[in-house]
């Protein structure tokens, strides 16, 4: 049950995590990675969210957290494309672009973490 569980969530990040990524492209711009950017950024939200709630204000079968966080928020983000990205930004001596990149995800990536903790203590 749960493989299952990790595979219908992963299978759900995963195209979502396509999908957001072909929108930033074609809407926002191709010279940064802003799809990478933003599956990273709200999925370090909706895990700091989850995570909270379940381990402070809910209880839930440990079933919705592998469901959750290894399945759906483990397909949504991308650690391996991140570094590809950035590596690549890098060896094509856009330095600036490369180190913000690599600085957004990281620091913005602990802030929405923090921020879905804060909100899900709020509730």
Do not use: H
């Amino acid at each position: 049950m749960a493989i299952i569980l990790v595979a219908i969530g992963g299978s759900i990040g995963s195209v979502l995590r396509y999908l957001i990524s072909k929108w930033a492209a074609e809407k926002i711009d191709f010279t940064l990675p802003y799809g990478t950017f933003i599956v990273n950024i709200v999925g370090c939200f909706i895990i700091g969210f989850f995570m909270t709630m379940v381990t402070e204000r809910v209880v839930v079968s440990p079933y919705w957290r592998l469901f959750v966080t290894v399945g759906f928020v483990g397909g949504l983000t991308t650690f391996s494309s991140f570094s590809y990205e950035s590596i690549q930004l890098l060896l094509q001596s856009n330095f600036f672009q490369g180190f913000c990149n690599i600085g957004g995800n990281i620091i913005i990536g602990l802030f929405a973490t923090w921020l879905g903790i804060s909100a899900a203590r709020l509730i």
